[in-house]
T-cell receptor
């Protein structure tokens, strides 16, 4: 079983829509959780860390459900510039490797 | 520096040739990670360092891959006798505390 699983999509949504991505992880002892964004042919960039209490940054909201071992990302009022691949990243043990999901592709359509 | 610097950006090698990639972590970051991304899909972990010490090398194909992080030098990832399936983007990332990682722009290796 993979450490981190994501629905690869693609998600095609109109501008202004709300879209949500989920990700599940297998190691219940995982410590740190993140969403990264990767544009075509570019490096992943940290979008936001995910905290147990949930956190929000502008149009983006991240949630962590430890009991069900999933992480979610909600994007409100989608912009064309949100089109990218969103990577769910989990660090099971501080200091060890980070595990990546395969990414969820989002295209925001005018 | 304030960003992870990877060189070269692009590298083309014939099968069987050696490839060497370099990474300068963000100043003050003591952890360095190398990942391989094939065809914009999965990120395969290769190796991590804490300063010059190997921290986790469980992802390294040891027969042909090697890596080092020496004091006062960029970290390096070397592939001996490259194969076609080594064609990928190799990302280096650094972290101050191994909690959040920051990526370089990647080195695109094409083996022909």
């Amino acid at each position: 079983r993979k450490e981190v699983e994501q629905d690869p999509g693609p998600f095609n949504v109109p501008e202004g829509a709300t879209v949500a991505f989920n990700c599940t992880y297998s190691n219940s002892a995982s410590q740190s959780f993140f969403w990264y964004r990767q544009d075509c042919r570019k490096e992943p960039k940290l979008l936001m860390s995910v905290y147990s209490s949930g956190n929000e940054d502008g149009r983006f909201t991240a949630q962590l459900n430890r009991a069900s071992q999933y992480i979610s990302l909600l994007i409100r009022d989608s912009k064309l510039s949100d089109s990218a691949t969103y990577l769910c990243v989990v660090n099971p043990i501080t200091g060890n490797q980070f595990y990546f999901g395969t990414g969820t592709s989002l295209t925001v359509i005018p | 520096g304030e960003e992870v610097a990877q060189t070269p950006k692009h590298l083309v090698r014939g099968e069987g040739q050696k490839a060497k990639l370099y990474c300068a972590p963000i100043k003050g970051h003591s952890y360095v990670f190398w990942y391989q991304q094939v065809l914009k899909n999965e990120f395969k972990f290769l190796i991590s360092f804490q300063n010059e010490n190997v921290f986790d090398e469980t992802g390294m194909p040891k027969e042909r891959f090697s890596a080092k992080c020496l004091p006062n030098s960029p970290c390096s990832l070397e592939i001996q006798a490259t194969k076609l399936e080594d064609s990928a983007v190799y990302f280096c990332a650094s972290s101050p505390n191994s909690n959040t990682i920051y990526f370089g722009e990647g080195s695109w290796l094409t083996v022909v």
